[in-house]
């Protein structure tokens, strides 16, 4: 094993007092767990051999994106016959691809709608729940007031004991004072609704971190653990955290519905929780633009609360505070914080850790800006950020071959599918709407003259017809997903949220395909990229 | 309403079962597709069912109202604002291709089309009654041409249709019309681009004589053929030479247009197919060193087209206008437009009768005088 850090003394130095920081008792975690390089974030973060590796796997994903793309613009130009067949054969994958997701996303509508009418409040009675707590983390930088009082108020309007409800404000002191007055002043104002309400403000500078939500959270989970868990006594086994992006307003249920999973699954400290983020918070002031991208993501993770085993912990969740505790409260120096987590927790158990699909909601923004631009900006730069999740894919292969106690099996269909899915992500838009067409354009002349140069673009845009049936799918379930009318919005909105589907081929390349390969070039060049946080606005 | 949560997932096995069952569906449609897409289909004739091998033929026309005809059939038309018609499901052997439509001359060609290969060709049709846009030296103040001489008028537009009102006036008096400033600018291009009255035929006698009968030594004589005018659109070249117009391809072999070419094939073959005139001008060629063959795996491209000039002197040429493929002729009795596509043979239409005219393209715009009188020609028929 290699070790970790870089051979620069004053960066050894800062790492030592990090160390010094967070690393002084390691007694508690899980033995994986206490390898220095558990949570290597980048390949600079090694030395020999394993950065080597590390930085190998780092380029992977960008050269295997690259690679496709410009193999079939060759393979168009000098084997235009085989790039054609590829590309039916594509387009046909492309087809059945979109009826199997569909048939996720109808399935698991159904479980969704189904739980959200049950009282579950009820159903937990027959357990012993009550001395179970509930942690909520809200970490946030510069939200406005609004955003912060209608989470909160969520969590209030909460049916579970409040007093077994402990909220945790994580401001940051990059945010500056106002931040920290704001928070301070939530703490006067909900204060005494709750068991504990803990504000705690994280430092800028500490080593070996980088800025953004995944920092804020782990200072956070240290001093709740300090200053409220351990002064209470509260058995770690007994906290269901949920960590929750700044927007996220919960339903009523959600701890009743939590707990009720918590106590059935076999193994509730080696589960993740994950519900459904519904970006309908703003979803009427939100542009179409906006509303499709929203309830797309939605439609991905319906998908993904079908297959967990292809799935890994996204935005806001919940976990066992004990599994938190096990591996050090996760990575404070990575962007994807929110999927990190799961692998770190999945690594550290040798494999024997699962996604547990809620398929119960929690409310969240959809992404907007003031203006349309800005607007598109922003969609850009969450999308790049969400898909430099690529990251983990390096982080769990590295790990992967280290922990030769996850199943050989389950290490590379793990490996397989996430690679995959990051692959598809970035090419498959791409091939679909713009390289689909490429022998056409790019062909020899002797593949011009044949009828599989003009059948080709008539097949691929009957089987893009087909496969647009799926939008109409996407557009019904998507209205039924959406939040009443509110005054002052016309009727005709909601032929306007129909419509807005047809975007979908635009925003899949410009809001998928473009940030994912942005983000996999990055990484390939070893240009890491920081945390981006997202705009939250409310209208007044 | 169920009172526990429906928290089975969708199982492994249903998941499985779906997608293996989706798997089948692509391993049996990815084959069907590609040889449909390549040419293949399936044949119900004379109650057996068998596997074909199909062509296609690719139509693309100048108007949008036409129709389009293969073997005597109605091709089904494109969808709306298209010009190109995609022909699918076509035997091997030769076709007929004609287009036509109400007003307009038909435009006929008979092409071979081979297996799992798309036959491309172009048509042209120009209406059959000339279509004239009058340009007067006076006009109304509301922009109407108008004539001073009902017999003029009459004579001009005896076998053509004005595309825009005109009026006559029975005086000769001027103050009450105003200056027509394009007739002023179109006069003008008449008086410095001066068209010459001696036909192609007349320069390459001229050229004959001053060779063959001189006494004294001609200057810097190479070759007895001469080349007196040039006219150049993108890679083609028009010349005439020893009385002939020509077509000449002066690009790469990439890029050359299709109807420079044919199937390599027999001499047989090629005359069947495309003609004697194409299998001769290819044996010409063989022969040639200042038109070489392009000689490709599959096809044999010839680098100079012979244009058709109906046995007659040719005294003005250029390009159509907007096109590199047609070309706009003056011949003995009127304005033809010719394509160069001399597969089976070539389509050659009328565009304006007459014997004593002259020509002149500006700006892809086709001005003729006619006597005294100047106009336009349109090359489709306007829609009122």
Known sequence: MGIVWTKNPLFSEQIRLYSAVFMIEKSHLLPYAQRPDFKVARANELTGKDRRFFRFLEIVPGVAAWSTIIGIVLASIYIPFIAAYFIIAFSIYWVLKTIFLSYHVRYNLKRLKHHMELDWEAMIQRFVYQDHYHLVVFPFYKEPREVLEQTIEGVLAAKYDKEKIIVVLAAEARAGDQAEALARSMETKYGNAFGHFLVTIHPGDIVGEIAGKGSNVHWALQQVKEQVIDVKNIPYKKIVTSVFDIDTVIYPDYFNCLIWFFMTVENPHQSCFQPVPLFTNNLWEAGALSRVMAMSSTFWQMIMQERPEKAATFSSHSVSFQALYEIGYGQANVVSEDSRIFWNLMIANNGNFEVVSMSYPVAMDATTAATFWGTIANIYRQHRRWTYGVENWCYIVYHFTKNKSIPLRKRWSVALLQGEGYWSLVTNPIMLFILGWAPIFLGTREFHETVLSYELPILVRNLLIVAMFGLVVSAVISLSLTPPRPDGHSRFRYIVMMLQWIMVPMTMIVFSAIPGLDAQTRLMFGRYMGFWVTPKERVK | ?384
């Open chain 2, 1 to 384: 309403m169920t009172h526990e949560p429906q928290i089975q997932i969708l199982t492994r096995k249903h998941r499985s079962v779906f997608f293996w069952l989706l798997v089948m569906v692509f391993l049996i449609t990815l084959p069907s597709l590609i040889f449909y897409t390549t040419g293949y289909r399936l044949s119900f004739e004379n109650e057996e069912t068998s596997i074909v091998t199909t062509g296609g033929m690719y139509v693309t026309t100048d108007n949008l109202e036409v129709d389009v005809y293969l073997d005597e059939e109605q091709v089904e038309r494109p969808r709306l604002f298209r010009s190109a018609y995609y022909i699918q499901n076509i035997t091997a052997g030769q076709h007929r291709i004609a287009v036509q439509s109400p007003g307009y001359q038909t435009w006929v060609k008979e092409l071979p089309v081979d297996s799992r290969v798309v036959t491309e060709v172009s048509a042209f049709n120009l209406p059959i009654q000339a279509q004239l846009r009058p340009i007067t030296a006076y006009e109304t103040a509301t922009g109407t041409a108008v004539y001073f001489s009902t017999g003029t008028s009459s004579t001009v537009f005896r076998d053509a249709t004005s595309t825009e009102p005109f009026v006559y006036s029975s005086s000769t008096a001027t103050s009450t019309f105003q200056l027509n400033e394009e007739f002023v600018f179109v006069e003008s291009l008449f008086g410095t681009t001066s068209t010459s009255s001696k036909s192609v035929f007349d320069r390459f006698m001229d050229e004959v004589s001053r060779f063959g009968f001189s006494t004294s030594t001609p200057p810097e004589a190479t070759s007895s053929t001469s080349t007196t005018t040039k006219t150049v659109r993108g890679d083609i070249e028009l010349l005439d030479a020893d009385g002939e117009l020509y077509a000449k391809w002066q690009g790469s072999s990439t890029d050359i247009p299709y109807y420079f070419c044919v199937a390599s094939s027999s001499r047989a073959s090629t005359t069947q197919r495309y003609g004697e005139h194409v299998a001769v001008a290819i044996k010409e060629a063989r022969a040639s060193t200042s038109t070489p063959l392009l000689i490709d795996e599959n096809r044999i491209c010839r680098t100079q087209i012979k244009l058709d000039r109906l046995r007659q002197d040719v005294f003005y040429y250029d390009f159509f206008p907007n096109s590199s493929d047609l070309v706009l002729m003056q011949l003995e009795d009127g304005i033809y437009v010719t394509e160069i596509d001399d597969r089976s043979w070539q389509n050659t239409q009328l565009l304006y009768a007459g014997t004593n005219l002259q020509i002149i393209v500006e700006n892809d715009v086709i001005f003729v005088q006619d006597g005294d009188q100047y106009f336009q020609i349109a090359t489709e028929i306007e829609s009122n």
